[in-house]
C-alpha cells in the first residue's frame, strides 16, 4: 500500500485554520485507523502472578476498611492501554477482590456486565437479586447488567475472586453508571438449587420467566465434565467446555465469553488464531502458555491476557492435569460481526 502524506507536508497555517474550525485531515492517520490486514492492538501480552498480588491484596485488606472501598478490588491493568484505564483488553477489565470474614461489599447494580471467578478461601456468597450464591473456589458467578448484587462472608479465612466486566467497553459507550441499594432479601432456595438439573420452580404452573435463569456454574459440576471429556476415548477433541445460558444455549453473557478446558499431564494444545483478544486463568494445575513465540509459567491462580490474533499454544509439562477459565471477547465481536479466525502461521 501506498505511503501516504504526514501532518508534516502541509503548512502550518493550514493545519492551524483546519484545527480551528475542528476539522482534521483523513490521510495522515488513514493508516493508524485502518491498517492493513490485520489491526495493532494496543493490548500487550501481560502476565499476573498470584503469589505477587495476594500480599498486596491482604496488605489493602489492612490498609482500607471495606466501608471506605465498597469492593477493595486490585485491577489486573495492561500497561499497553495505560495503567490508569483499567482495561485488561479493549473490551476486557480484571480485578482481584478481597473480603475478609465478617465484611460486607454493599447491595448495588451497575450497566457493567460482571462475573465472579472464585480464586481461594471460603464461607464467602454473592447475592444476585436475592438469590444467595454460594463462593467456592473455581465457581463462576453472574451478575448480569442492571441485576442488584453484594458479597458477604459468613467464613473464617480471607477470600479471593477474579472480578471480569465489559466495564472498558460499557464507560467507553458512555453507558457506565451504579445505583446503590439497601441489603436484599434472599429468596428460600440458593442458587444452585433453584436450576438444577435442568428442573426450575413453577408457581400454579407458571415457569418463572428470566433472562438468566442460572446464576452460580458450580466448579465441581464443571470439572466433572472436563474429567469426563479427557477420559472419554470416543471423544477425540480437546477438553474444553463453554458457558452458557441454559434458556438460550447462547453464551451466558452478552459480550464476554467463557469457557473452560482441560490440559491432559504432557497435552500441548496450539490454539487458532482468533479476531478476539483472550484471558487465561488457571484455576487448578499449571501450565505453559506461548503467545507470539514468547512463553510464559503460569502457576495454579495466575492471570494471562493476549492480543487479538495471537497465535497461543497451551503446554502442560506437569504430571497433572490443569484446568484453565478462558475469557474472550467473541460474543460482542460475533454480534457486531468482526469475529474471524486465521491459520497458524
Ligand atoms: O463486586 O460489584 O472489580 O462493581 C468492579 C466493580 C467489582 C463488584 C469490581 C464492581 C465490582
Given at each position: 500500500m501506498e505511503q501516504l502524506a504526514t501532518l508534516?507536508?502541509?503548512p502550518k497555517h493550514y493545519v492551524a485554520s483546519l484545527t480551528q474550525k475542528n476539522l482534521v485531515p483523513l490521510w495522515p492517520s488513514l493508516r493508524n485507523v485502518l491498517?492493513?490486514?490485520?489491526p495493532i492492538p494496543l493490548t500487550q501480552t501481560t502476565v499476573w502472578h498470584f503469589n505477587e498480588i495476594k500480599p498486596l491484596l491482604l496488605e489493602a485488606g489492612e490498609l482500607t476498611p471495606i466501608e471506605k472501598a465498597e469492593r477493595r478490588v486490585l485491577v489486573l491493568a495492561n500497561p499497553g492501554h495505560g495503567?490508569?484505564?483499567?482495561?485488561?483488553?479493549?473490551s476486557i477489565y480484571l480485578g482481584m477482590q478481597l473480603l475478609l470474614p465478617n465484611e460486607w461489599a454493599p447491595s448495588h447494580r451497575h450497566t457493567p456486565n460482571a462475573i465472579r471467578l472464585i480464586v481461594e478461601g471460603s464461607g464467602a456468597y454473592t447475592t444476585v437479586e436475592g438469590q444467595k450464591c454460594p463462593m467456592e473456589h473455581g465457581d463462576l458467578i453472574l451478575t448480569p447488567s442492571g441485576l442488584w448484587h453484594e458479597h458477604g462472608h459468613h467464613g473464617d479465612e480471607p477470600v479471593i475472586w477474579l472480578d471480569i466486566l465489559d466495564l472498558p467497553l460499557v464507560y467507553y459507550m458512555e453507558a457506565s453508571f451504579v445505583e446503590g441499594g439497601d441489603v436484599q432479601k434472599v429468596i428460600g432456595l440458593d442458587a444452585g438449587h433453584r436450576y438444577a438439573k435442568g428442573i426450575v420452580p413453577t408457581l400454579h404452573f407458571m415457569r418463572e420467566k428470566s433472562d438468566?435463569?442460572?446464576?452460580r456454574y458450580a466448579w465441581t459440576d464443571t470439572k466433572q465434565v472436563l474429567d469426563a471429556l479427557a477420559n472419554d476415548p470416543s471423544y477425540g477433541g480437546a477438553a474444553q467446555i463453554s458457558y452458557i445460558n441454559p434458556e438460550t444455549g447462547h453464551d451466558c453473557q452478552k459480550i464476554i465469553g467463557y469457557s473452560a478446558m482441560r490440559l491432559a499431564p504432557k497435552e500441548v494444545l496450539p490454539l487458532e488464531r482468533r479476531s478476539a483478544a483472550q484471558v487465561f486463568h488457571v484455576i487448578q494445575g499449571e501450565i505453559q502458555i506461548d503467545i507470539n513465540a514468547q512463553s510464559h509459567q503460569l502457576q495454579k491462580s495466575d492471570t494471562a491476557c493476549a492480543p487479538c490474533f495471537a497465535q497461543i499454544d497451551l503446554i502442560n509439562n506437569s504430571p497433572e492435569p490443569a484446568y484453565i477459565f478462558v475469557a474472550d471477547e467473541s460474543p460482542l465481536q460475533k454480534k457486531l460481526g468482526l469475529y474471524s479466525t486465521r491459520s497458524r502461521i
Open positions: 508534516d507536508d502541509l491498517p492493513p490486514n490485520q495503567l490508569e484505564n483499567m482495561k485488561a483488553t479493549s438468566f435463569p442460572l446464576l
